[in-house]
């Protein structure tokens, strides 16, 4: 089963520059360790929540282009490593080892499969049947 690991800190505090340097350095060794487990299946750093734009549309055509991430947290959102899991535990104890959980916060969710992967778990299209269901379960 796939997991993205969805990795938020406050860009904002104030840290030294040698817990900065600590800090970019257990980023960069993370997908590394990841890799080295098996487990990495991708990820992404991204730029600062400042470089951000929100863009909302509504029925009729409306489009409303915002600077700025789509919430104004504490944290921000800062990478996304998705990993191959055999459960939930296992994704759980691999985000305890991303540096960045120890002064920020990992979410661990479950990721959609593309039909045809192992373990797909296929949303449905509102108004049609189900023709085909996953093997694996997922706890609601």
Do not use: H, K
């Not at 080892?97 to 479950?110: D, F």
């Amino acid at each position: 089963m796939r997991y993205a690991l969805l990795v938020s800190y406050d860009e904002n505090a104030e840290i030294s520059a040698a817990e900065r340097s600590r800090r970019a350095a257990g980023f960069a060794s993370a997908s590394a360790r990841l890799r080295a487990d098996r487990a990495y299946a991708g990820g992404l750093r991204l730029q600062p929540a400042s470089t951000a734009v929100t863009v909302r549309c509504w029925d009729g055509g409306d489009v409303m282009v915002s600077p700025g991430p789509v919430t104004a947290a504490g944290e921000q959102l800062a990478a996304c490593f998705v990993v191959d899991c055999p459960d939930a535990d296992a994704a759980i104890e691999i985000a305890t080892r991303i540096p960045a959980a120890w002064y920020g916060s990992v979410e661990v969710r479950p990721v959609f499969a593309e039909p045809g992967q192992p373990d797909a778990a296929i949303l449905p299209v509102p108004g049609q049947a189900v023709v085909a269901a996953a093997t694996s379960s997922v706890a609601s």
